[in-house]
């Protein structure tokens, strides 16, 4: 917690390889260690890039003022939109929802955003659901196949309304071994590419 304070004024850029959905609210009677994470993770006020490379920015809580026995009383909002001056925001396994779109379209800074293996309603195509973003950032949807042909960046197109095609949403499957598991691939990859500085410059 001392370290989130000293480093929430200055710091800008952050990178975490953090498995945040090993603990669960339900399991935080004793320790309540999500509240302090969340309390210090709301610090980074001043962060303009963010990566958690192994979880989405999973930090729910048990609500005190509610029963502990019903998994509804979980609360969990999108830390990231108290990072008023985020410009770039990448997170694996990112539930895409209507709440998730909604907390995007309210940050005026966010450039680009970079979801990594996301999950989503599995009666909508990925395409037509990211192309629902009607947001103002550059989306990128990162997976992984074992089938070089399959392996590139493309535009993401829709079936349904080839009108509302979006020149900033883009697919890119990397290239992985047949045996490879694709969980540990993608986050693997993920994080050196955001090391090297490369992920938010992906193109075609």
């Known amino acids: 917690?001392?370290?989130?304070?000293?480093?929430?004024?200055?710091?800008?850029?952050?990178?975490?390889?953090?498995?945040?959905?090993?603990?669960?609210?339900?399991?935080?009677?004793?320790?309540?260690?999500?509240?302090?994470?969340?309390?210090?993770?709301?610090?980074?006020?001043?962060?303009?890039?963010?990566?958690?490379?192994?979880?989405?920015?999973?930090?729910?809580?048990?609500?005190?003022?509610?029963?502990?026995?019903?998994?509804?009383?979980?609360?969990?909002?999108?830390?990231?939109?108290?990072?008023?001056?985020?410009?770039?925001?990448?997170?694996?396994?990112?539930?895409l929802d209507d709440n998730f779109r909604t907390a995007l379209s309210h940050m005026a800074n966010l450039e680009t955003v970079?979801?990594?293996?996301?999950d989503y309603d599995s009666d909508l195509r990925l395409d037509d659901l990211i192309l629902q973003f009607e947001v103002h950032v550059k989306v990128i949807v990162i997976d992984a196949t074992d089938d070089a042909a399959q392996a590139r960046m493309r535009k993401m197109l829709t079936d349904t309304d080839p009108s509302r095609t979006r020149s900033d949403a883009w697919e890119l499957e990397i290239l992985i071994c047949e045996d490879k598991n694709p969980i540990s691939a993608v986050q693997e990859w993920s994080l050196q590419s955001v090391l090297e500085g490369t992920l938010w410059a992906l193109h075609v």
């Not at 800008?12 to 993770?41: N, Q, T």
Request: proline share 6%; charged share 30%.
């Open 114 to 118: 970079v979801l990594s293996r996301p």
């Open 1 to 95: 917690m001392e370290l989130f304070t000293f480093l929430g004024p200055s710091l800008k850029r952050l990178v975490i390889d953090m498995p945040l959905r090993s603990h669960y609210p339900e399991e935080d009677i004793i320790d309540k260690l999500r509240p302090l994470l969340r309390k210090g993770f709301e610090q980074l006020i001043h962060l303009e890039e963010f990566c958690s490379v192994r979880d989405e920015l999973y930090l729910a809580y048990w609500d005190p003022t509610f029963s502990q026995q019903a998994h509804d009383d979980e609360v969990n909002d999108f830390v990231f939109e108290k990072w008023t001056k985020l410009r770039r925001l990448a997170l694996y396994n990112q539930m």
